[in-house]
């Protein structure tokens, strides 16, 4: 593992980074979702693709990545860009898993891949929408102590700074990225998928003109079951580009 500085809006943020297959001139940049890091995406695509200069990415805020203030999905993917162009890199492949699925669209490679990408708004059930009136109340009554009492499993424990930035991206209308982006994409979803569930992946395919979505069976996580045929895929898809 290596890490990189990068300044951005005069703040310092600390990038933990591991690059496979070196040698390679085509990078494919490879980021997860919120609450994981550059591991769990490693062990999805680290033994395929060996073709491609694979980019594991720390986003700021996990994993050994930092940051000290609150971020946007903006912003995130402009410290990513900023990351890369040090490293002398373009992002001609991006995977991007859960939240990093909206950074890596925001980085408008040749080839955006989604994994389970988050964006698309799911409305909220009645026991959530009860959690969050119950917290404002008690907030208002200064006992924003008991937020982890109310809050989602993965908000739970955040410090200042990251709880607020999982309110700046959790329920956001990313369709203003997916609308943007007209390269290339194939989606990937698993069919028991309830963090991101499968119909949403059906709006972003309406919204991005160029995709093609395949479906497997599994949840969230259902890439790490999958691998070697959605390595298959991506390969297949970027040699006709």
């Known amino acids: 593992m290596a890490k990189k500085t990068i300044i951005y809006n ?5 990038i933990a980074y591991e690059i496979l297959n070196p040698k390679a001139t085509t990078a494919c940049v490879i980021l997860h979702g919120w609450g994981s890091n550059k591991n769990i995406m490693k062990k999805g695509f680290g033994s395929y ?8 990415i720390d986003l700021p805020g996990f994993g050994s990545s930092t940051t000290d203030v609150a971020l946007t ?3 995130y993917a402009k410290i990513i860009q900023l990351f890369l162009e040090h490293l002398h890199v373009n ?3 991006a995977i991007g898993h859960s939240f990093g699925g909206k950074v890596a669209t925001l980085l408008n490679p040749e080839l955006l891949v989604l994994v389970a990408s988050a964006g698309v708004v799911v409305p909220k059930t009645t026991t959530t929408k009860f959690k969050i ?3 404002k109340l008690l907030k208002n009554l200064g006992l924003s102590s008991l937020r982890n009492y109310f809050v989602a499993s993965d908000a739970k424990n955040l410090p200042e700074q990251m709880y607020t930035t999982f309110k700046n991206v959790v329920d956001e209308d990313f369709s203003y ?3 943007s982006f007209t390269n290339t994409a194939l989606l990937f979803w698993g069919k028991n998928d309830t963090a991101t569930p499968l119909e949403t ?3 972003i395919q309406k919204i991005i003109p160029k995709s093609t979505l395949y479906t ?3 949840d969230h996580y259902f890439f790490l079951q999958h691998q070697e045929d959605i390595a298959r895929k991506i390969r297949e898809q970027y040699e006709r580009i």
Not at 49 to 56: A, F, R, S
């Open 91 to 93: 992002a001609t492949i």
């Open 216 to 218: 497997y069976n599994g």
């Open 177 to 179: 990225g997916f609308s």
């Open 10 to 14: 005069n703040n310092h943020f600390e």
């Open 201 to 203: 992946t059906k709006v």
């Open 133 to 135: 009136q119950t917290f």
């Open 49 to 56: 693709l060996n073709e491609y200069k694979h980019i594991y």
């Open 73 to 75: 999905t903006k912003e």
